[in-house]
Structure formats: C-alpha cells, structure tokens
C-alpha cells in the first residue's frame, strides 16, 4: 500500500517578506525570480504592516513568512510571537532571514516558534543560494499539515 503524500507548500501560496530595507527586498525578492520561484511575493515593510496583510483575507494567507528581526515599530522579535500565538496564523511557516548572528536572537527566536533561522548572507551569490536552498526544503522536501488542519 502506498501512502499519500502530505501538501507541500504550493505556487498557488504567496511568499510574505517582512522586510524594511526596500534593497534587501529586491535582493532577496529577484534571489528567489532567479531560483524560478512562481509564487507571488507579497511584501510588508515593518510588523504592523505584516499583521495587517496577514488578517486581512484568509484566502490568501501565505505559504511562507520571511522576517527580519530589526525594524522600526513592531520588530520581528513581536511580529514573530503575535503570529505564533495567533491561532490561524501559528502554523504558517516563519523564517526569520536577519543580519543578527547573536546567540540570544537565535535561541530567543526559536523558543517563540520560528521555524528557520538564517544570517542574511553578505553578497547576492551568497543571498541566491540560501533561497534557492530555503525554495528546495520548504517546497520540495518539507511536509506541511493539509490546509484545514492550519486553521
């Protein structure tokens, strides 16, 4: 008897990359074009916006959460955790993609719920291969709960 495979994450999925840097955006934004990634790219510049996106309309909640840790406002450390304790919202995957290599931002994040944690890479050769490698695990190899158990 042969099993049914578990959903992955789907084309059909925005990515949402909570981002301020507008460059860091378009890098990481055209990493993922040049990886033929499908998937709309939604994009919020700080946490308040991120939140606003994410309640906005279900239907179109994302695949995937990019977030950086340092931003004005509701920074990423907060966006994380009113994601993670949002019911509808917890089991949406978050990569926190950040500068910050400190030990306490690493282990903090994932005591709150992230599930990857990545130091943005210094160049764009660096910044292609963490997205294309992040595009290969989180569609191709990561199993994913079917739609109606993420609620």
């Known amino acids: 008897m042969t099993q049914k495979l578990e959903p992955r994450l789907r084309e059909s999925q925005p990515i949402l990359i909570v981002e301020d840097s507008i ?9 993922f ?24 309309d279900a239907s ?16 990423g450390l907060k966006t994380l955790e009113i994601i993670k304790k949002t019911p509808h919202l917890k089991r949406i995957p978050v990569v926190v993609l950040t500068t910050s ?3 306490r931002d690493i282990h903090t994040c994932y005591e709150m719920g992230a599930n990857t944690y ?6 764009f050769d ?3 291969s963490a997205m ?8 191709e190899i990561a199993v994913l ?3 109606g158990e993420r609620d």
């Open 33 to 56: 074009t040049k990886s033929n990634l499908r998937n709309v790219i939604a994009h919020a510049a700080t946490g308040e916006e991120a939140l606003v996106y994410l309640r906005a």
């Open 126 to 128: 660096g910044l292609m």
């Open 23 to 31: 460059d860091d955006f378009e890098s990481t934004k055209r990493a």
């Open 132 to 139: 294309r490698q992040l595009k290969e695990y989180w569609f």
């Open 60 to 75: 179109v909640r994302p695949g995937i959460i990019l977030l950086d840790l340092n931003m004005p406002g509701l920074g």
């Open 101 to 103: 290599s400190d030990e």
């Open 118 to 123: 990545i130091q943005k890479p210094v160049d």
């Open 145 to 147: 709960p079917k739609d």
